[in-house]
Nanobody, 115 residues
Framework: QVQLVESGGGLVQPGGSLRLSCATS????????MSWYRQAPGQQRELVAS???????IYASSVRGRFALSTDGAENTLYLDLNTLKPDDTAIYYC?????????WGQGTQVTVSS
């Protein structure tokens, strides 16, 4: 059973930064991809950033240049660094992993950008 556990959300002022973490029960490279999604109130869930098993990354145009994916040395944790945050970044952020059989989701972590 694959488990994904997110952490690192919180309240931050506009222009501030946060680091989100997604701890996995499997090595990241064993997945076809790992991604961060977000869902704002009343909005559909949207892709924020994604990393393939080979390390290729893609970002939504709304966050490109502000957000960055990385992994830890043990390759069990996927990070999302959120910089120059805006109120529009307020959402629940979810970690997702996909292998050849299934996709897995974490429980989500709340990010609130407000002064």
């Amino acid at each position: 059973q694959v488990q994904l556990v997110e952490s690192g959300g919180g309240l931050v002022q506009p222009g501030g930064s946060l680091r989100l973490s997604c701890a996995t029960s499997k090595k990241i490279f064993t997945f076809m991809s790992m991604s961060w999604y977000r869902q704002a109130p009343g909005q559909q869930r949207e892709l924020v950033a994604s990393m393939t098993g080979g390390g290729t990354t893609i970002y939504a145009s709304s966050v490109r240049g502000r957000f960055a994916l990385s992994t830890d040395g043990a390759e069990n944790t996927l990070y999302l660094d959120l910089n120059t945050l805006k109120p529009d970044d307020t959402a629940i952020y979810y970690c997702q992993a996909r292998d050849s059989e299934m996709e897995y989701w974490g429980q989500g972590t709340q990010v609130t950008v407000s002064s």
